[in-house]
């Protein structure tokens, strides 16, 4: 499962992309965010961040898939 | 923009620019730059579009916004809508500036002399 990411995760995070290893069994967006925030502490300093699936916000019950696309959404600071 | 804006049956026509400053936390800023998820940012835009167009009578609404490295002075936003009277065109720009800046996403990173900081990003 891949995951795109933007603005500051991706430096938080050293990558363009974070690919999750094979056997990471992750069924729900809350399951992908608490992944990340183990794997990536300093993801909790952030205010928040949101996960987009098929470039739709995403709440954390709503279930993922390998075929979906799946975005990493750090605050947002456009305008 | 403002003549793509004209419409016979528009009173009211508001277009705000969003432009780049010099400043930022009393700090001089050199330059912006903008990143966007851009496929999802256009369907955000176009959802707010669409709402705006329910709540308000609006003849024509336009929204655009740059990405790149942006410098003082350059505009980076732009939001115009054409009302038959000038409260919805002030009040439906107001609506889609606001919640442009927290739904569309899209990120600023600003740069002073010193150091470089993504807006919003840390409480």
Redesign the interface.
């Known amino acids: 499962m891949e995951v795109l990411l933007f603005g500051i995760s991706k430096e938080l995070m050293g990558q363009q992309v974070l690919s999750l290893p094979e056997h990471q069994k992750i069924a729900t967006v809350l399951e992908l965010k608490q992944w990340i925030l183990n794997q990536y502490p300093e993801m909790g300093t952030l205010y928040s961040f949101a996960i987009a699936v098929d470039q739709e916000y995403a709440d954390d019950e709503t279930p993922i898939t390998e075929n979906q696309e799946i975005a990493l959404i750090p605050p947002v600071s456009g305008g | 923009m403002y003549s793509w804006l004209q419409d016979p049956e528009a009173g009211g026509i508001n277009l705000f620019i ?1 432009n780049v400053r010099n400043h930022a936390q009393e700090k001089a800023v050199v330059k912006l730059e ?4 851009k ?3 256009m ?1 955000e835009m176009e959802k707010l579009a669409a709402e705006a167009m329910e709540k308000w009578p609006i003849k024509k609404l336009l929204m655009v ?1 740059a990405l790149g490295s942006k410098q003082i002075g350059e505009p ?2 732009v939001i115009g809508t054409a009302t038959a009277h000038r409260k919805d065109a002030f009040e439906a720009s107001r609506f889609l ?1 606001d919640e ?10 600003e740069y002073f002399a010193d150091q470089t900081v ?6």
């Not at chain 2, 903008?34 to 998820?37: A, D, I, K, T």
């Not at chain 2, 442009?100 to 990173?109: D, G, M, Q, R, T």
């Open positions: 969003g903008f990143e966007g998820y496929p999802m940012a369907k916004h980076v936003v500036i442009l800046k927290n739904k569309v996403p899209i990120w600023k990173k993504w807006v919003n990003a840390h409480p």
